[in-house]
């Protein structure tokens, strides 16, 4: 069977806070770009490219483009195979902005704990609820434990089955 590779891309920039940017990922985690530690850590210095970044009204001029973070404000040189030079924005790879991005705590919405504190108040072992639920105790510890995601119809089946109790879930 092929592992299917998910290479990170950024569908949303949610807000931008000085130098820190909160994006939402194509895997749906909500993240935080410090770009004042990342200048910090490649010592961005007046001969740099990024040097116009420093200036935090340079900075938020970033745009989404082509699922990464685009700053038109800045140009690159490129040469193309007819040896012809082309201006384009300046941009990071996505997998290199998730790389040097952290979690949202705010925005991480962890069914696991919810999960746990029904089993626990229901008084079930997690070895009890992967039996009803048709799944498993190393599943219901990794959920529990926020080290996988889960299905929503899988969430809906230990919630419902496994706990007996119902589900209502509500955008606004």
């Not at 920039?13 to 939402?24: L, M, Q, S």
């Not at 194509?26 to 993240?31: K, V």
């Not at 300046?90 to 997998?95: H, N, V």
Request: glycine share 4%.
């Amino acid at each position: 069977m092929r592992k299917k590779i998910i290479i990170p891309r950024i569908l949303r920039i949610e807000k931008i806070d000085g130098f820190k940017i909160y994006c939402t990922f194509n895997n749906g985690e909500s993240r935080i770009i410090d770009f004042a530690e990342i200048f910090r850590k490649w010592k961005v210095k007046s001969t740099d490219i990024e040097y116009p970044l420093l200036k935090e009204n340079e900075f938020k001029k970033v745009k989404l483009r082509n699922n990464t973070l685009s700053w038109n404000n800045i140009k690159v040189t490129l040469i193309d195979e007819n040896n012809k030079e082309n201006k384009h924005p300046y941009e990071l790879s996505p997998d290199v902005l998730y790389n040097f991005s952290k979690p949202n705590p705010k925005q991480k919405f962890k069914y696991g704990i919810l999960i746990r504190r029904a089993r626990k108040k229901a008084g079930l072992t997690q070895e009890e609820l992967a039996k009803r639920s048709g799944t498993t105790k190393f599943y219901i510890s990794r959920i529990e434990n926020n080290k996988t995601d889960i299905e929503l119809s899988t969430f809906r089946k230990i919630i419902e089955i496994g706990l007996g109790r119902k589900l209502r879930l509500e955008i606004e």
